[in-house]
Structures are given as C-alpha cells and as structure tokens.
C-alpha cells in the first residue's frame, strides 16, 4: 500500500495491498478496498462499503455515508461499488436507508465532478453521468446509457440500456432503452443512434428499433395496441424483446 501519512485509516478496514490513498482522506471501519484502486485526497470513505478494483476516486469524493432519506434510523446498509470505475471530484454515493439493503454500483462506469448517486440505486455497465447530474432514491441506470449534464432522475425511475438524457432534462417518468430524450419534462426523440452503433448493435437491428418506435411514438396507438403490433410485424430480435419487456415491467409509466 502507498497510504500518506495524514490519511485517517480504522484498523478495522480490509485494504488490498496495492491501494493508494492520499493525504487527508478518511476511511471507515467497515470499508473494503480491492487491488490497485488509487484513492486522491481528502476523499471520505464511510459505513459498510466495499469498493472492488483498479477504481479511481478523484479529490474530495464522499462514499457511503448515511441517505438523505428522513426515515434512516442508523441500521446497516451498503454501498457496492464493481471495478474500473471513475469517479471524479465531489462525488456523493449514499448507503442504503432499510436494513440489509444496498446502493450497487457496477463496473467501468464514468461519474464526473460533482455527480450524485442516492441510496438504494442501482447503477449498471459502463455508464456515463456528466457533471451535476444526480439519481433520486431507488433509481436504476442499466447498462451504456448516458446523463448529461445536469439532468434530474425522478425517484425510482429507470434509465434503458444505451439510452441517452440531454442536458438540463428532467426525467420523471422511464426512459425506454435505446431512446433519445430531452426537455423539461424529458420527452422522446427518436432512437439514439450514435450510441447503438458505438456498441457494436448491427444495421439490421437497430431499423428494426427504429419501425418499432415508429409504432410506439408516432403511430398514435396507445401503448398496449402498439406492442401487440410490434411483436406481430417486427421479428423478436433480442433488442426488440427487451424493449417490450422493459416497457411491459415499467412502474412510472415511460416517457413519450
């Protein structure tokens, strides 16, 4: 370990061997860090988070303490944070608030300056914020999509897989994956393209994505009456498959 000198360490944390960690930065005694994660300084490390490998955690970052959740009574809760990830300068990922459960963030995922992940959020893959944004309780980001900068996801809404928020949006209801959206509130505007093909989704599939939010967004159907057209015109690809599934699952209801 390379640890400097004033770092404030409880000699109950389990810290791989090849961590770095910088002046002034506090670590909890229920902390957990694995190999070659490099931890700048004046960054807080709290509560019952274990934090995987090869991360990198920017000046001034506060990780697993308590919620902003009036209800939180003190009880054991997580921050699960994977490997690869970036988080830069002021960034807040709170614990849990009810007992057992956690705040889980994945892997090689990039939260800029001043980003804020609330408690019980799931985070998924290789997902993006931009500086300022900021999750609300209980909310999820699946996998490739991306906030910019400032957006505001609504408690307990879902962002789809390779979808994309505009800057400034505000996001209350569930972005459906693979969509383009922006505004106040966030509305739909078509697929996002630049993002399907940057992971590798074919030609092939993403025109069938494109007839089917034909179907969804401009065919003036309701919801129920457009998936019933889509799975009888448009072969179940996997993407197809799980954005009906997606839709289907949908609490909020989804951004039109």
Request: aromatic fraction near 6%; hydrophobic fraction near 40%.
């Amino acid at each position: 370990m390379t640890i400097h000198n004033t770092a404030v360490i409880s000699p109950s944390a389990k810290i791989a061997e090849s961590v770095k960690i910088g002046p002034w930065s506090v670590i909890g005694e229920n902390v957990e860090i694995g190999k070659n994660t490099e931890i700048a300084s004046n960054v807080v490390i709290d509560g019952w988070t274990s934090i995987g490998e090869n991360n990198k955690i920017s000046p001034g970052a506060v990780i697993g303490t308590a919620p902003q959740d009036v209800k939180y009574d003190g009880a054991r809760a997580y921050v699960k944070i994977g490997n690869g990830n970036t988080i830069r300068e002021y960034v807040t990922i709170n614990r849990a608030t009810e007992p057992d459960t956690g705040t889980v963030v994945g892997d090689n995922n990039f939260f800029m300056a001043y980003t804020h992940i609330a408690h019980n959020c799931r985070v998924g893959n290789s997902v993006t914020m931009v500086n300022f944004s900021g999750l609300s309780g209980h909310s999820v980001l699946e996998d490739g999509c991306v906030l910019a900068g400032m957006v505001g996801i609504h408690q307990g809404a879902r962002v789809g897989r390779l979808a994309m928020a505009g800057g400034l949006s505000k996001v209350v209801k569930d972005i459906p994956p693979f969509a383009r959206v922006d505004g106040h509130p966030a509305k739909i505007y078509g697929l996002n393209t630049i993002g399907l093909a940057r992971n590798n989704i074919s030609a092939s599939a993403i025109e069938k994505l494109k007839r089917a939010y034909k179907i969804l967004f401009r065919s003036g159907m309701n919801t129920t009456q457009a998936l019933k057209k889509i799975e009888k015109e448009i072969p179940l690809i996997d993407e197809i498959q799980y954005l009906l599934n997606f839709i289907r699952t949908s609490d909020r209801g989804i951004c039109k």
